[in-house]
């Protein structure tokens, strides 16, 4: 189960910081990531973390967004800095669990309003 929390309303130029835990896990997690769905919007890939710690992020977010793990290697945050309204969406983690294959799960999602 991956259970994800740390969304809310902000205003334009504050910051957020969305939490991402992976619980009961039998196997072992690779990568994780953040992706958000617009309203009328397909869903998008934000930013993704390895189990090494490399680090990939969408041009948009680039530079504002920071995404890590903790030392436990089965939590993932975003820390959002000076959120734009168009970073308004539900954000979603995953994680990429191998046990005899690779599965990609997905959190339960948390909303995102950022206000002008």
């Known amino acids: 189960q991956l259970q994800a929390s740390g969304g809310g309303l902000m205003r334009a130029g504050g910051s957020l910081r969305l939490s991402c835990a992976a619980t009961?896990?039998?196997?072992?997690?690779?990568?994780m990531g953040w992706n958000r769905q617009a309203p009328g919007k397909q869903r998008e890939p934000v930013a993704i973390?390895?189990?090494?710690?490399?680090?990939n992020y969408q041009d948009s977010v680039k530079g504002r967004f920071t995404i890590s793990r903790g030392n436990a290697k089965n939590t993932v945050y975003l820390q959002m800095n000076s959120l734009k309204p168009e970073d308004t969406a539900v954000y979603y983690c995953?994680?990429?669990?191998?046990?005899?294959?690779?599965?990609?799960?997905w959190g339960q999602g948390t909303q995102v309003t950022v206000s002008s």
């Open positions: 009961g896990v039998v196997g072992s997690i690779d990568d």
């Open positions: 973390i390895t189990s090494n710690g490399n680090t």
């Open positions: 995953n994680a990429f669990i191998f046990t005899s294959r690779v599965d990609n799960y």
